[in-house]
């Protein structure tokens, strides 16, 4: 049997990535999945590569910085599959990297209203779903709320108010039944951290010179420990931070 057969869990940010691994992982482990994403074209490729591989998947397109598009995932996904066990809470932005001077306020604005609002949101929606499931949230951080980076004052808040929200939240919905746990990554190889390094033979650079591992981590390797973090071995992990960075915070 596999770990989440007749579950359904819900990707947001699901189209390219991280969200797109865990999509696709999910399916592989026997989930019925919703991928939600703002970019549909690419959203709608994941749920057909997961039907091609003889998985079952729906795309929603949502925008979580809308909270009508947040329930409207939400509840999309509940009418398709009758349940929601999992939320994967991927959907996130880089936003504006800049030293602070040169930061705007609207900046500010719209990184955190997909990254914190969003999050929130989506937990807020999905708790009466996940309480009749006995079901859990896995909210994607970043070692940057950990440790200093330069020029990521914005996202770097971001990822620290999605800690904050995680323990907070796991507080509030163990009583119900429902664990929230979150995934912290390091330096990964995606499309957001080639932009933030600056292409990714530069990420690459740096995972040779400040990484333990010597190399950066893969999507996969952060798919296996959101699936770890959903999946009934971690029925014991309450409001906990996995990171999975290669060493970099041991510095």
Known sequence: MKRFDSK?????????????????????????????ARREEQGVAVVEAI????????FIRADVSRDSDVKEAIDGTVKAFGQLDVLFNNAGIEGKNAPIA???????????????????????HALPHLAKTRGNIVNNSSVV??????????????????????????????????RVNAVSPGPIETDMASRIFGGLEALREFAR????????????????AVLYLASPGARFVIGQVLTVDGGVTTH
Do not use: C, H
Request: glycine fraction near 12%; hydrophobic fraction near 45%.
């Open 102 to 124: 040169d930061l705007a306020a609207a900046d500010f604005d719209q990184t955190f209203g997909v990254n914190v609002r969003g999050t929130w949101l989506a937990m807020k």
């Open 209 to 224: 010179s400040q990484v333990p591992a010597g190399t950066p981590g893969l999507v996969e390797d952060i798919a296996e």
């Open 51 to 58: 039907r091609k591989a003889g998985g079952t998947a729906k």
């Open 145 to 178: 709320a950990d440790i200093g980076f330069p020029n990521t004052t914005i996202y770097s808040a971001t990822k620290g108010a999605v800690n904050a929200l995680t323990r907070t939240a796991a507080i509030e919905f163990i009583p119900q039944g429902v």
């Open 8 to 36: 359904v869990v819900l990707v947001l940010g699901g189209s390219s990535g991280i969200g797109r691994a865990a999509a696709e992982a999910f399916a592989r482990e026997g989930a019925r999945v919703v991928v939600s």
